[in-house]
């Protein structure tokens, strides 16, 4: 089928399903009698709604959804051995097995889902206080091949301790999608890990982390000296339109740790400046397509995974690394390099009930530009047709942000706050300028005529 069809589709498919499923809302100390109905009586912590079993008048049933508002919350730590958190494993199996979805980003005052599109404007955090993992879940769900159960999209998780500091799932299939993974100090960031040794069993696990940033995480060794941003053990995990940066790890460190019989697929995602910027495998495959990763053509030594083609090794050309901007520029090489099958898959894989927001990008950007799509968390900004020879029309705009200054052949010459900004010291007829609203929707080029 045509991808742009399979996309539509997926999108009409996803309003029909669960109709009759129950939106519980969460608010940072909660509001109310905090039983979780509405905004005006939202539960303080996720896991007060997670919890609830039959002995409450409601529970949460299959297909529904938890709606976050912006604020910071205690980790989300979901497991049989956890004292904290009482529940019926049955009940709770059956519950995320028919893809309960956890959603952050929200003012507080929404009525709809398609009215949260400022989640990375409204941060929704979850911190381990830098003694806890942000999010574990372990046999929450007996999920055959294949199938998705929990999705958890917008949140920012941070201060992660532990081995799966920000996220450690075990025996699971969860979905990440629109999150931020930074501040944590421990290694590995995200572990994985099935909870039978058969690759083959009827249930294992294969999480995919989507529209993800990770960047400026000092990664140490735990206890058992694990080195990884990423580690997989008898499992598999795709990691699909996704920017890991800057991350600092200790020494004998790696990106990507596959151990045991376990697949890690990278597709359209960036791995930059990470330390030593190597992997690892042992009886593993790691697999990269179609994405931009250190040291895969300069240096493959350092690599021992798969390069299955059209795979990138340059600088990224972000709009301000410096300040932790790592949206993509219009001329650089993640521009549309992507490839659009890669990620259009996914809606293959939820058939009947794909993710509402799957495509965006983690901005609430449009993903697909003319049936192509761009490497990274972040898909550029694509440019009106308004070419103009000046800036005067912008400069008494109080709407634009800032300015990048491209020479003649795409390289990027200067990245400038719209305020601070003068042509005055630009040779002629030598730079093209993209102008950038505030909104990050809009963008206007300019180019400097003699």
Not at 74 to 101: A, E, M, V
Not at 106 to 130: A, M, Q, V
Request: aromatic share 14%.
């Amino acid at each position: 089928m045509d991808i742009k069809k399979l996309i539509i589709l997926a999108i009409c498919l996803t309003q029909s399903i669960f109709i009759n499923a129950r939106i519980w809302y969460v608010s940072q100390n909660g509001r109310g009698n905090k039983d979780g109905t509405s905004w005006s009586n939202a539960a303080a912590d996720i896991c007060d709604i997670i919890k609830k079993d039959y002995s409450y008048p409601l529970y949460p049933l299959p297909g529904d959804e938890i709606w976050v508002s912006q604020g910071t919350y205690s980790p989300i730590i979901l497991w049989k051995g956890n004292d904290t958190i009482q529940y019926n494993p049955t009940r709770f199996r059956n519950t995320f097995r028919n893809k309960i979805r956890i959603y952050g980003g929200f003012s507080g005052y929404e009525n709809s889902l398609e009215e949260r599109n400022k989640w990375n404007i409204y941060k929704t955090i979850i911190s381990g206080d830098n003694k806890n993992y942000c999010i574990w879940i372990e046999d929450s769900s007996y999920l055959l091949h294949g199938e998705i159960g929990i999705i958890i999209d917008g949140f920012t998780l941070s201060n992660g301790h532990g081995q799966g500091s920000a996220i450690r799932l075990i025996h699971n299939n969860t979905l990440f999608n629109n999150i931020v993974i930074t501040g944590n100090s421990e290694a590995p960031l995200v572990y994985v890990e099935n909870a039978k040794m058969d690759t083959a069993a009827e249930y294992y696990s294969k999480p995919i982390i989507v529209n993800t940033l990770i960047y400026n995480n000092q990664i140490n060794s735990d206890s058992q000296n694990h080195y990884s941003i990423f580690q997989t053990i008898y499992s598999d995990i795709e990691i699909l339109n996704t920017t890991i940066v800057n991350n600092f790890l200790s020494n004998n460190s790696y990106t990507l740790l596959a151990q045991n019989n376990s697949i890690i697929d990278v597709y359209n995602t960036i791995m930059y400046n990470n330390s030593h910027g190597r992997d690892h495998i042992n009886n593993s495959r790691i697999n990269y397509q179609s994405s931009l990763i250190q040291n895969i053509l300069t240096n493959p030594l350092q690599m021992s995974g798969n390069n299955l083609g059209h795979n990138l090794d340059q600088y990224p050309s972000f709009v301000n690394e410096s300040n932790n901007d790592y949206r993509i520029t219009l001329y650089g090489p993640c521009y549309l390099a992507g490839d659009l099958l890669l990620y259009g898959h996914i809606f293959q894989i939820f058939r009947t009930n794909p993710p509402i927001f799957f495509s965006y990008d983690i901005e609430g950007k449009n993903r697909f530009y003319n049936g192509r799509i761009d490497i990274g968390a972040y898909a550029c900004v694509i440019p009106n047709q308004n070419v103009s020879s000046n800036l005067s029309s912008f400069e008494d705009s109080a709407d634009v942000d800032f300015v990048l200054v491209y020479d003649l052949n795409g390289k990027l010459f200067l990245s400038s706050p719209f305020s601070l900004f003068s042509t005055d010291t630009l040779e002629k007829n030598k730079y093209w300028i993209v102008v950038y609203y505030k909104d990050n929707k809009v963008v206007d080029i300019v180019k400097i005529f003699t």
